[in-house]
C-alpha cells in the first residue's frame, strides 16, 4: 500500500541544520520590537563613493550576467588590496575569484576541495555556515576547542596536532574570529602554518573581518607566513569593510590551482551575482589608507560602551580584539548556564536579542554557557541596549 505520508524530503546530509540561528533570532527581534545585537550587522551606510558606485552602475546598464570569476576592474582591485595591506602579489586572472559573498566562497572551497570522508580540522566555536558546508562534502569536522580565560580565548597546540589524521585534507580557519571576537596571535599562526607544511594540508582561511581589529591586535594573513602563499586560500568580502552587507559580494584569492578547485564548484552555485556591486566594491577597495585605518575604530567605542554594560549587567564578558562580536558566560546571572534559554527570555526581561553560542560548536555541550552580543550598532542604540541590560543586574 503506497504511503499517503510523503517521504522526508531533506538529506541525511543537512539533517538537524533547521533553520539557522540568525534568521531565528532576527525574526525573534522583530516580532518583539528588542534591539537586534544577534545577527552581526551594522545600522548604518558604508561610504557614499561605493553607495554612489553601486547606483551609477546600475544606470549605465551593468545589469547582465557579469563574467565567471567576476569583473576584471574588481578582481584587479582585490589583488591590488591583497599587495597594498599585506604584499601578496597575485594574478588577477587566475588566482582571483569573485563571489556571492563569503559564504559562497567557503561553500565553493569546501564542495572544490572535499571528497566524502575527508577530514577538516577547524576551530570551535565556528561560523555557522562551516558545518553545513563540510557535511554538504560529506565531509567530516575534527573540531578543536577555543576556551575563553583570562588571555581571552586560546587553544591547546597538542589538541590540534591530535586533530590530524591521515584522512585530513585540510584546515578551515577564521581570523579575525566570528564569534569570539578572538585575532589569532602570529604565533598561533605559525603552529598552524607548521602544521599545515608538516602534513600538506590545504589551508582555507576565512579574514572577513581583516579590518575590523582593535588596538592592541594585529591581524596576521595567514598566506604571508612562510611556505603557505602556495596551500593557502584566502577569503574575504567587502560587507564587514564597507557596511554592505546585504550585497554578497565576496572573494577567494590565492595560488591557482586552489581558486580553480573553487571556482569549479561555485559556477554551479550561484554562476555569478552582484552585477552593479561589483564595480562598486572596486571603488571601496581603492579607497586611501585613511579609510581603512578608519574602520575599526568606531566599532572600537562600541565594543568598549557594550564590553562595560555587559560586565555592568553581571555577565563575564570576554574582550573582543576584533569583529563585531563580544561573548558572555551567562552563568552570573543564569547559573543553570543555559544559553539559549537566556536568549529566548532576553527580549521579554530587557527587549535585548543575542545569539547563543551553542550552535557555532561541534560539541554544543562546550558553548551552553556562552552568548553572543554584537556592538556594530550606531552609538545611542549600543547605549540603550546597554541601559536595558542592565534591568538583568537588578533581577
Ligand atoms: N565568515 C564569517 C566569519 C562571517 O562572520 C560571515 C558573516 N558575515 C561570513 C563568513 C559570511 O560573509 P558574507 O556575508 O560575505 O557571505
Ligand atoms: N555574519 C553575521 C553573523 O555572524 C550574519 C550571518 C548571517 O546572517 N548568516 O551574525
Request: aromatic share 8%; proline share 7%; net charge negative.
Amino acid at each position: 500500500m503506497p504511503s499517503s505520508t510523503p517521504r522526508d524530503p531533506l538529506t541525511r546530509k543537512l539533517a538537524g541544520f533547521g533553520t539557522t540561528v540568525f534568521a531565528e533570532m532576527s525574526a525573534l527581534a522583530v516580532r518583539t520590537g528588542a534591539i537586534n545585537l544577534g545577527q552581526g550587522f551594522p545600522d548604518t551606510d558604508g561610504p557614499a563613493e561605493v553607495l554612489d558606485a553601486a547606483v551609477h552602475a546600475i544606470r549605465s546598464g551593468q545589469n547582465q550576467y557579469p563574467p565567471g570569476p567576476g569583473i576584471p576592474v574588481l578582481r584587479e582591485a582585490i589583488a591590488e588590496h591583497q599587495r597594498r595591506f599585506y604584499g601578496i602579489e597575485l594574478d588577477p586572472e587566475s588566482e582571483v575569484l569573485v563571489t556571492a559573498g563569503a559564504t559562497e566562497a567557503l561553500a565553493g572551497a569546501l564542495l572544490g576541495m572535499l571528497d566524502t570522508g575527508d577530514e577538516v580540522v577547524v576551530f570551535e566555536p565556528m561560523y555557522d555556515s562551516y558545518q553545513a558546508g563540510i557535511a554538504l562534502a560529506g565531509a567530516v569536522a575534527r573540531p578543536v576547542l577555543l576556551r575563553p580565560g583570562p588571555d581571552g580565548y586560546t587553544f591547546d597546540v597538542d589538541e590540534l596536532h591530535a586533530a590530524v589524521s591521515p584522512r585530513t585534507k585540510l584546515i578551515l580557519l577564521n581570523t579575525p574570529h566570528n564569534p569570539t571576537g578572538k585575532v589569532f596571535t602570529a604565533d598561533e599562526m605559525q603552529v598552524i602554518a607548521h602544521l599545515a607544511i608538516e602534513h600538506d594540508l590545504i589551508v582555507v582561511t576565512d579574514e572577513v573581518y581583516e579590518h575590523l581589529v582593535f588596538t592592541g591586535s594585529t591581524h596576521v594573513p595567514m598566506a604571508t607566513l612562510p611556505g603557505m602563499a602556495q596551500r593557502t586560500l584566502t577569503i574575504s568580502s567587502g560587507g564587514k569593510t564597507f557596511n554592505t552587507t546585504g550585497w554578497k559580494i565576496g572573494w577567494a584569492t590565492g595560488a591557482e590551482p586552489l581558486v580553480a578547485a573553487t571556482r569549479t564548484a561555485k559556477q554551479f552555485l550561484t554562476f555569478v551575482n552582484g552585477a552593479p556591486f561589483q564595480p562598486a566594491m572596486a571603488v571601496g577597495l581603492g579607497l586611501p589608507d585613511e579609510f581603512f585605518a578608519g574602520v575599526a575604530s568606531g566599532l572600537e567605542a562600541t565594543r568598549d560602551a557594550l564590553q562595560a554594560g555587559l560586565e555592568a549587567a553581571g555577565l563575564i564578558a570576554f574582550r573582543a580584539e576584533g569583529t563585531y562580536f563580544t561573548t558572555v558566560d551567562v552563568r552570573p546571572v543564569r547559573p543553570d548556564g543555559d544559553g539559549v534559554a537566556f536568549c529566548r527570555e532576553l527580549p521579554e526581561r530587557c527587549g535585548v536579542v543575542a545569539v547563543p553560542n551553542q550552535v557555532f560548536y561541534a560539541n554544543p555541550e562546550h558553548g551552553r554557557h556562552l552568548v553572543r552580543f554584537a556592538c556594530c550598532k550606531r552609538p545611542e542604540v549600543i547605549a540603550e541596549a546597554v541601559e536595558r541590560l542592565s534591568r538583568l543586574a537588578v533581577a
